[in-house]
């Protein structure tokens, strides 16, 4: 008998490596939805589900008849409801060793071209505009803190980007121990002196209902007003509107962001007219290899849950 395998929903071309890493032990099947109901109704027979943006609620749990596992396309789990899927007695993994290297080089990107103004001066450019000084002030970077906030793998990628570049690293992660930043050269904080300190602040922090509007009003008081702030984890880490309204009063220098709140961000937002801030479109993870590489590592996990096989990465812990 093969297994009922159910892609909820994917933004890629094909499903070519999953189909061959389960043939023989899993019929693959990706649905069209379009409401919470038809969701519920068209995964209820499913022994496994994929994936990628689709919201998995409650409701949609509860109805799953047989599944042993909900796997993400991604590292993020904030579209699934935890708590139901553990009350139900269903894995709930993701891919959190993919895509490391290209999410830690297009932070460090959108960093740099924020700091030295790139796109404003290759505005400039285009208008006739050759000002051999950049429009605003800058420090060197050898004079400037990168604080993350989060230091996970990804954030660690950035620390070693940031260290070769001349920045002093920080970071605030209360689940990392002290001496594990020492190691790397990266000097550990608490989350108060992170905000005070750090001339560019990077979040690298999952999206949980304790990190929701992580950077807040009450946080952005208390940062540099040169200070950048660059986002390339999860849109909801940040208070848009109080993250905006900083901007426009000059509270602080500017933003390079990648991940928003509500996505695709509205052609009518605040962000899209201001100069101090950089936007790329949730792409930070992105490289040719890394496509084929999530949706081998999905499926491999896909197999293990079907075969009886622990998970290699459960986000939910069982006894």
Known sequence: MLFNVVITDSGFANHDPERELLKGH???????????????F????????????????????????RCKAIIRYGIGVDNIDLKAAKEKGIRVCNVPDYCINEVADHTIAL????????????????????????PKEVAPFDEMVYGLAGFGRIAQAVAKRA????????????FVA???????????????????????????LPLKPDTVHFLNGRSIARMKPNALVVNTSRGGLIDTAALTEAISKRQIWGAALD?????????????MEMPEVVLSSHVAWYSRRSIPLLQRKVAEEALRAISGVPPLHSVIPFS
Do not use: C
């Open 42 to 65: 068209k995964t209820r027979d499913a022994d496994v589900l994929l994936v990628q943006w689709a919201s998995i609620s409650q409701y949609v749990i509860e109805g799953l008849e």
């Open 259 to 271: 991940v928003f709140e509500e996505e695709p961000l509205p052609l009518s937002h605040k962000l």
């Open 111 to 134: 960093a740099l071209a924020a700091l030295r103004q790139i796109p404003a001066v290759d505005t400039n450019v285009r208008q006739g505009d050759w000002s051999i000084v950049l």
């Open 26 to 40: 899993a019929e693959l099947k990706k649905i069209d939805w379009k409401d919470e109901e038809e969701l519920r």
């Open 178 to 204: 002290p001496e594990s930043m020492r190691l790397l050269h990266v000097e550990p904080v608490d989350r108060d002196t992170l905000m005070q300190q750090s001339d560019i602040l990077s979040l690298h």
């Open 163 to 174: 260290l070769g570049l001349g920045f002093a690293v920080k970071a605030y992660d209360p």
